[in-house]
């Protein structure tokens, strides 16, 4: 079992960037792919961004080029790195952990609790 925590998020202006973290607890979070979602007011979770177990990355269109996602299996962490950031970020952002690379939320079985981004225009 997995248990993930994350950190980071906030209140930025438009053009501004931001980290997210995610601690995982387990000694086996080196096995999983790892995976970053995001939910808006009356909008379903959405696929942000994720990292396989051997830290390949695949992001979503909306934020290829603008999010970094990378992870550092010593510290059985995950981050977010988020620049140029749009007010149509603005959400709650999960990390979840997954034994297959996978862009549904249905194949996550671990999540956090998530942690606010505020884009201000």
């Known amino acids: 079992q997995v248990q993930l925590a994350e950190s980071g998020g906030g209140l930025v202006q438009a053009g501004d960037s931001l980290r997210l973290s995610c601690a995982a607890s387990g000694r086996t979070f080196s096995r999983y792919n790892m995976g970053w979602f995001r939910q808006a007011p009356g909008k379903v979770h959405e696929f942000v961004a994720g990292?396989?177990?051997?830290?390949?990355?695949y992001y979503a269109n909306s934020v290829k080029g603008r999010f970094t996602i990378s992870r550092d299996n010593a510290k059985n962490t995950v981050y977010l790195q988020m620049n140029s950031l749009k007010p149509e970020d603005t959400a709650v952002y999960y990390c979840?952990?997954?034994?297959?690379?996978?862009?549904?939320?249905?194949?996550?079985?671990?999540w956090g609790q998530g942690t606010q981004v505020t884009v201000s225009s």
């Open positions: 979840a952990a997954s034994i297959t690379p996978s862009r549904n939320r249905w194949e996550y079985d671990y």
């Open positions: 990292t396989s177990s051997g830290g390949t990355p």
